[in-house]
């Protein structure tokens, strides 16, 4: 199995922090041969020559569905047979992820979070990994989706469907937040927000639990935390330290 990874990179004040954890995580979990791909949307490309395979520079910031766009060209183009797509702020997080997935999504076209936890219905492109055959059956663009409280919304990747997806649920040991720093199928990290700061659709849905200066600051906190020691944070969030010792993580 040979995997097309993209992601699209912004500037922001976390931009560096994406790049660094990204990569790192990439090159430490992944067994199979990788080729890794960025699109520098508005951001010194530099940086990522250093270990991608192919660096995009779009000088003028774009949208996310223009950085998409470009992305699902290279995932056309490669001759990978399996393909990944990742927020900035996304990452795998344990060394079999990808053995796990290519044995999992034989009856399946693609795997990607399903996010109940922010009300969504749909399956997240935050990451999305999936045979390159699957690549023309599937639509990243919008489209309109009620959530669970039966509003209307729409996100990019949204017109993805559950036809074919196997799901990755949120799956925490720890969760210092309902959205943010999660979990899913115990093989991949999103930050939530990354490159534009705190802030949730669903903010207003959990604030008689957390009030909304209170999530805020768990955002900040949790930036922290991952900023200081990315692997302990994250395996306290999966439970790996749990299973030796007390340890958890403080908010």
Same mark, same amino acid.
């Given at each position: ?13 976390k931009?560096?922090?994406w ?38 520079y ?18 056309t ?27 999992r ?30 690549l ?26 559950? =036809?074919?997806?196997y ?18 199928g ?7 927000a ?9 903010? =207003? ?41 007390n ?5």
């Open positions: 199995m040979k995997i097309c990874v993209a992601s699209a990179h912004a500037q922001c004040n931009a560096q922090l790049q660094e954890l990204q990569w790192k995580f990439l090159k430490e979990t992944t067994t199979s041969q990788i080729e890794y791909y960025v699109i520098a949307n508005a951001l010194d490309p530099k940086p990522f020559e250093k270990y991608a395979d192919g660096v995009l779009i000088p003028n910031k774009s949208s996310h569905t223009t950085c998409l766009k470009e992305i699902l060209t290279l995932f183009t490669s001759n990978c047979t399996h393909c990944l797509l990742l927020d900035s702020d996304c990452w795998p997080i344990r060394e079999d992820w990808d053995t796990i997935l290519k044995e999504c034989r009856n399946y076209r693609f795997a990607a979070p399903i996010r109940t936890e922010n009300l969504d219905v749909f399956p997240h492109p935050c990451t999305v990994f999936f045979p390159k055959s699957s023309s059956d599937l639509d990243f663009g919008f489209a309109p989706n009620q959530n669970l409280l039966g509003n209307s919304n729409s996100d990019v990747g949204s017109a993805l469907t559950m =036809d074919g997806c799901p990755l649920m949120k799956t925490n040991y720890i969760s210092p937040h309902p959205v943010y720093a999660s979990i899913y115990d093989m991949f990290y999103h930050h939530c990354g490159s534009r700061g705190a802030g949730v659709r669903c903010a =207003d849905y959990y604030r008689h639990m957390i009030s909304l200066p209170q999530q805020r600051k768990i955002y900040l906190k949790i930036t922290q935390q991952l900023r200081k020691n990315p692997k302990k944070f994250i395996d306290a969030l999966r439970g790996v330290q749990s299973r030796v010792s340890s958890a993580v403080k908010i």
